[in-house]
């Protein structure tokens, strides 16, 4: 469905701008639902400031993305539901969470049981049933990420204990470590006081009188914990500085060697520096191109160094040689809009790094401007009178650029098509050969993950069919598969099972052939045959079934040929 008075492609524009930028519906007359749904998903905040936004349109934006549950105000039960069914980890958003949304979080994600603020009785149980599909090195893995990036973790020693593929160290390591600010520090003892601030370096403020070990321990991690500890050595300022540049500023009459730490950490500790040596000063702009504007009297060493590192910072500079102009373009090409009369040789740098720097650039000549279209193909909307060669390389480079260029020859056509299929909405009339060639290119890039699934407006079925080929979980965004679809889905990857309602039974023994605990990921319970094939090549799948007939028992117990089950569903 088109956009309001708009063209095909002009809300195909709108959207990808969109996507880039939320705000950009602001921009846009009569925004279709699609575009607000993605400006939601985008940005929730968005919401208020939209006429006509449904609960629908909601939750469709929480599929798209569910972290934006945090910014809904009063989700409803299905907002939440859903958003946990995508990502289990925003449950630490929701609050008062029941036992099914708890339930379908852990699901998700069983490591997301430690974002839950009131976990149901059970749960952990269910979270340790779920985790046992890791190995001891994933496990261990998981552990450490959640420690250095949650600033709060629940934990019982009846959940620890009944993970047999942790290793004790690993154990005591998540009873023990918690955010250290919720304990008196008397309740830590010197083992776990050290192993917090190794995780958080600002953990140091909730500890009363650090040793040194626990201090260089804290500044490591995090530079800046440095500004809540007294007594300080030049080793921790060193360290400091060298973990954050910006530790500098709290740092009393810091050593040259830490000065120079700091900028080379971030060049824009300079800012922090009284009267920095010129050497700190090169530092800084070899680290930071941009923090030139914080130095006084750049030598011309330093001025070069800087556009070097980032040709937008010829900007703060004066009195700039043609050599600094000529690193600058080589390094960011639409820094050319701030160089006054650029050469030919500069413009032809400029366009080379990137080819929209056209736009700045008055008069170009032919070779620049078949340069630019050669680096960028869309540029070809800035340049006036293309010629035909001009034409030609600018959809050899960018399919797209099709749109920007008046009476193409089939050649061009074809060309375009091959570079990008979805060029082929820009061509009027195409040949039976532009339209078998857009259709190659089409799956081609799906296939290579050039485009997905979700980006098509109205996929074909061919289409369809090769993305979840390529990733099972691309039939999450596939209305109505056909069974072939779920397939091939599930054949490519089992977790694909539980975007599919009610999958009959062939599916169901695609997912469990592939991998038993393919019966966790179903949103339905499956059939009591399926559950009995996943438990004879499993058995601690046992575990996670709910009430289990005597069928499976009998079949564990070889009562009940498991072949000739396969092949009854067959």
Known sequence: MFGFGMSKSQEKASIELIKKNPDAIFTINNPTREMKILAIAGDADIIDAIDHVTDDMKLEAIRINPNI????????????????????????????????????????????????????EGIYDNAINFMERYSKEELADKFKAIFQYSNSFISTEKFINNINTIPDEMKKFILNVNNVSNYNSNNLNYEMKLLAVKINGEAIKYINNPTDEIKLAAVKNNGLSIQFINKTTNEMKLEAVKSKGDAIRYIENPSNEMKLEAVKNNGYAIRFIDNPADNIKLAAVKSRGEAIQYVENPTDEMKLEAVKNNGRAIRFIDKLTDEMKLEAVKSEGDAIQYIKNPTNEMKLEAVKNN??????????????????????????????????????????????????????????????????????????????????????????????????????????DEMKLEAVKNNGLFLKYIDNPTDEMKREAVKNNVKAIRYIDNPDNNIQLTAIEKEPRAINYMKTIPAEDVQAIAVKQDRSLLETLYNPSHKIFDLITNKVNHNNIIKNNM
């Open 355 to 460: 080819g929209y720097a056209i736009e700045y650039i008055k008069e170009p000549t032919d070779e620049v401007k078949l340069a630019a279209v050669k680096s960028k193909g869309f540029s070809i909307r800035y340049i006036k009178e293309p010629t035909e060669e001009m034409k030609l390389e600018a959809v050899k480079n960018d399919g797209l650029a099709i749109q920007h260029i008046n009476e193409p020859t089939d050649k061009m056509k074809l060309e375009a098509v091959k570079n990008n299929g979805w060029a082929i909405d820009f061509i009027k009339e195409p040949t039976d050969e532009i339209k078998s060639e857009s259709i190659k290119s089409q799956l081609r890039d799906i296939r290579e993950n050039k485009i997905f699934i979700f980006q098509i407006d109205k996929p074909t």
């Open 69 to 120: 549950i945090f910014d809904i105000e009063e989700p409803s039960y299905n907002m939440q539901l859903e958003a946990v069914k995508k990502d289990g980890n925003v449950i630490r958003f929701i609050d008062s969470p029941n036992k099914e949304i708890q339930y379908n979080a852990i699901k998700n994600d069983p490591f997301s049981v430690f974002l839950i603020k009131k976990p149901v």
